[in-house]
């Protein structure tokens, strides 16, 4: 029998292999979409004094913010976010991330 120290180890291990589960986005499908976002945040995703830089941040960031404001979980201007992201499904929110992640720092 293991013993518990062992035991633990290895269920720490086996949780850390484990990838975090998150769609894989297509950049070329993401500029597709990016007419959401163009109004705020410039056709370069640069933004401005008003909207945040988008463009060239990493792609797991844009992810998970995107999906927290799908979800109501961010605050910050999440009624105008809810809105510009009511009918992407999760595969568009990673083809966005996906897309901006690669246009670089401008």
Do not use: T
Request: charge should be negative; include cysteine.
């Amino acid at each position: 029998m293991l013993s518990e120290k062992i035991y633990f180890a290895l269920i720490v291990a086996s949780a850390i292999a484990i990838p975090i589960a998150q769609a894989d986005g297509n950049a070329a499908r993401g500029s597709e979409l990016r007419y959401a976002c163009i109004d705020c945040h410039g056709e370069d995703g640069m933004g401005d004094e008003e909207y945040p830089r988008i463009s060239g941040l990493p792609e797991s960031y844009l992810f998970d913010q995107l999906v927290a404001f799908k979800n109501g979980e961010r605050s910050n201007r999440a009624e105008m976010m809810l809105w510009s992201l009511e009918d992407l499904d999760e595969q568009d929110l990673a083809d966005l991330a996906a897309y901006y992640a690669s246009l670089g720092d401008g």
